[in-house]
Nanobody, 123 residues
Framework: QVYLAESGGGSVQAGESLRLSCVAS???????LAWFRQAPGKEREGVAAADSDGTTSYADSVKGRFTISRDDATNTLYLQMNDLRPEDTAMYYC??????????????????WGQGTQVTVSS
């Protein structure tokens, strides 16, 4: 089985940056890996995804500011978040869709989730 563990969250002011990490243990994540986030009272939404071939995709709200990357040698998924905004405040989760190599924004397709790391952005 694959186990995911996020880290790197914190409290920052608008305009600052954070880098989230997600370590996948148990097996090599040669499948879809993605970042989701969920703010209080909101539905969980896709932020960014990285296919097994390295293809990346982003939500419109984070394009140009966030960068997803994966290091398969260390089984680590990253999310570099620049120019953070208060609306980015949420619990961030990494997730894996072990049934597919190509990612989807459909949250229901992801079968493995980390516990989340909190990102809080103040004005």
């Amino acid at each position: 089985q694959v186990y995911l563990a996020e880290s790197g969250g914190g409290s920052v002011q608008a305009g600052e940056s954070l880098r989230l990490s997600c370590v996948a243990s148990g097996s090599s994540p040669s499948y879809c890996l993605a970042w989701f986030r969920q703010a209080p009272g909101k539905e969980r939404e896709g932020v960014a995804a990285a296919d097994s071939d390295g293809t990346t995709s982003y939500a419109d709200s984070v394009k140009g500011r966030f960068t997803i990357s994966r290091d398969d040698a260390t089984n680590t998924l990253y999310l570099q978040m620049n120019d953070l905004r208060p609306e980015d405040t949420a619990m961030y989760y990494c997730a894996a869709d072990t049934a597919h190599l190509i990612c989807s924004e459909d949250v229901q397709r992801y079968n493995i989730w980390g516990q989340g790391t909190q990102v809080t952005v103040s004005s």
